[in-house]
Nanobody, 122 residues
Framework: HVQLVESGGGSVQAGGALRLHCATS?????MAWFRQVTGKEREGVAR????????YYANAVKGRFTLFPNNGWTTLYLQMDSLKPEDSGTYYC???????????????????WGQGTQVTVS
């Protein structure tokens, strides 16, 4: 069983930056960040495959967010720049035992989830 622990959320003004951290206790083939606003469905933000180190971003964050692991793949970072109020929400780290294709990284694919970290942009 893999455990994921997120940190790094907080409050920031529009145009500011935050870096989210996801510490993982074990190996998985694909990791991702999702976010959710109360009353809305959880949406994918970015994902990366361990084997290919191939970050892929949702259109809403492309060019502003950067997804990267540390050298040992024990922590996955999400660098969020040029933040907008619509980026606010609870951000969840997720991991899957199988690899992610370009289109195949919806919520149901991921077996492991963190507890979430809150991001507020005003």
């Amino acid at each position: 069983h893999v455990q994921l622990v997120e940190s790094g959320g907080g409050s920031v003004q529009a145009g500011g930056a935050l870096r989210l951290h996801c510490a993982t206790s074990g190996y998985t083939k694909c990791m991702a960040w999702f976010r959710q606003v109360t009353g809305k469905e959880r949406e994918g933000v970015a994902r990366i495959n361990y084997s290919y180190n191939d970050p892929y971003y949702a259109n809403a964050v492309k060019g502003r967010f950067t997804l990267f692991p540390n050298n040992g793949w024990t922590t996955l970072y999400l660098q969020m720049d040029s933040l907008k109020p619509e980026d606010s929400g609870t951000y969840y780290c997720a991991a899957a035992r199988s690899g992610c294709s370009v289109a195949g990284w919806t919520e149901g694919k991921f077996e492991y989830w963190g507890q979430g970290t809150q991001v507020t942009v005003s």
